[in-house]
């Protein structure tokens, strides 16, 4: 695992029955390397003391606003200065909302408004408080302004209750500052990786359309994972609900027809062509100008095929390395074998998705696990986290460009 040596990480601690945990998370950050200074809220406090922290951390810890002493020095501002990156494990309901507010009213508040450096959030609530709207609202709000959201993990909870609320374990958060952080090798450095992602609509009238269950997230997790491998990043994106990765240039589209178009327009120059989204294969031949009214009579859909995206790619004369996903509910790798070579494909990633026993894998889900096949060979990805698939999918297309030669593939038409 890559480390963070001399990472300068501000942690935040908050009134939550899982800041005992910080105690650990601040020594399994020390042994990658990372410094850490903590900052703890009253409500942590409560749970732990500040010397149990300073002396794990091996700095003084700090848990007022009004310090005169090191206030003297303007010392919130020096601590938001210092940080390469923040985070606050645990976070409560509390503190998030008070983030998503742009509230300063405690020293980690204040902290997280004054720092330019990227913050990361590990929640740690009760299940119901986790699920509640107004939670549910301050994360999304937190998202768009690219907060990083690490966990809530599923299981037994405090308070006696089972579900997801519980803070990620220590272990977990330090290899998500890793996997996202400064460690990742930039085997992707001076190329222009372009992706699609999420699903795209096709019109049925002005108010209904047809689609499917995706929900971006791989595609979004691989943008990052490129991003942190020193690519620039163009992700043309249907209609999803996350924020635009830190980095990336989003186009957004909503139709087949729209996603084939921004394709090529960026395509150019593009290195890499990685095609993650469920692009509808089918659209209505003539969607209706006005809704379509009820009148008790079946109605008739008439459909024609969508453009192909990925093979108008590859069958481009100086095709990127281009890269496919398999979404499939059986078979999965033998239809993955027959789309790399139908599509002329220099990868493709075997995805299987659907119901598994009444759970959905795959779709709108935080966790993946695939197969990535090329035409010698194969290489699978157990279960894992869509961002630390990313990374690996994103390795091994390095590898496998370096491998045949050229950013460009060198396939025969
Ligand atoms: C025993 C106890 C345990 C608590 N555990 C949590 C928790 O796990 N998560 C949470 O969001 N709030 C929890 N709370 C409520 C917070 O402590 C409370 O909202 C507080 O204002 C948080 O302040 P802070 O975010 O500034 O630390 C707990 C309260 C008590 C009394």
């Not at 300068?8 to 020594?27: M, S």
């Not at 309901?93 to 990361?120: Q, Y």
């Amino acid at each position: 695992m890559a480390d963070l040596e001399n990472r300068k990480i501000l942690l935040g601690v908050t009134g939550g029955i899982a800041a005992y945990k910080g105690i650990e998370l601040v020594r399994r950050l020390r042994e990658v390397g990372a410094r850490v200074r903590v900052v703890m809220t009253s409500g942590a406090r409560r749970f732990v003391t500040a010397q149990s922290f300073q002396a794990v951390s091996g700095e003084a810890v700090r848990d007022d606003l009004w310090d005169a002493e090191a206030e003297a020095a303007m010392g919130h501002i020096e601590l938001a200065r210092w940080a390469d990156q923040v985070l606050v494990a645990p976070a409560t309901a509390d503190f998030i909302a008070r983030l998503a507010a742009g509230m300063a009213n405690d020293l980690l508040s204040t902290l997280c408004l004054a720092t330019d450096a990227p913050v990361w959030v590990a929640p740690s609530m009760n299940r119901v408080m986790w699920a509640n709207p107004a939670t549910q609202a301050n994360v999304r709000q937190l998202e768009t302004r690219d907060v990083t959201f690490i966990g809530p993990a599923s299981g037994d909870q405090a308070c006696g209750e089972v579900g997801l609320g519980r803070m990620s374990e220590p272990a977990e958060i330090v290899a998500a500052l890793v996997d996202g952080g400064s460690g990742v090798v930039q085997s992707l450095a001076g190329r222009h990786v372009l992706i699609t992602a999420g699903p795209t609509r096709e019109r049925i009238d002005p108010v209904r359309y047809i689609s499917n269950h995706s929900s971006g997230k791989m595609g979004y997790a691989i943008a990052r994972a490129a991003v942190a491998a020193g690519a620039r990043v163009t992700l043309v994106s249907g209609p999803v609900a996350l924020a635009t990765p830190r980095g990336v240039d989003r186009v957004n589209v909503e139709s087949a027809a729209q996603m084939h178009r921004a394709v090529h327009d960026a395509v150019g120059d593009a290195d890499v062509f990685i095609a993650t989204a469920a692009v509808a294969d089918h659209r209505p031949v003539a969607p209706a100008a006005h809704k379509i009214k009820k009148t008790g009579d079946s109605v008739t859909l008439t459909l024609e095929q969508t453009p192909d995206i990925l093979a108008s790619v590859t069958a481009l004369p100086a095709s990127p390395f281009a890269v496919g996903f398999a979404a499939e509910t059986r078979d999965v790798e033998l239809y993955a074998e027959q789309k790399l070579k139908k599509k002329n494909l220099d990868m493709i990633v075997a995805n299987r998705v659907g119901e598994d026993d009444g759970q959905m894998v795959g779709f709108g889900t935080d966790e993946n696990a695939v197969t990535v096949i090329w035409s010698d060979g194969r290489q699978v990805l157990p279960r894992a986290t869509k961002l630390s698939l990313a990374h690996e999918l994103i390795a091994i297309i390095a590898e496998r460009m370096a491998a045949t030669g050229s950013a460009r593939s060198n396939r025969s038409a």
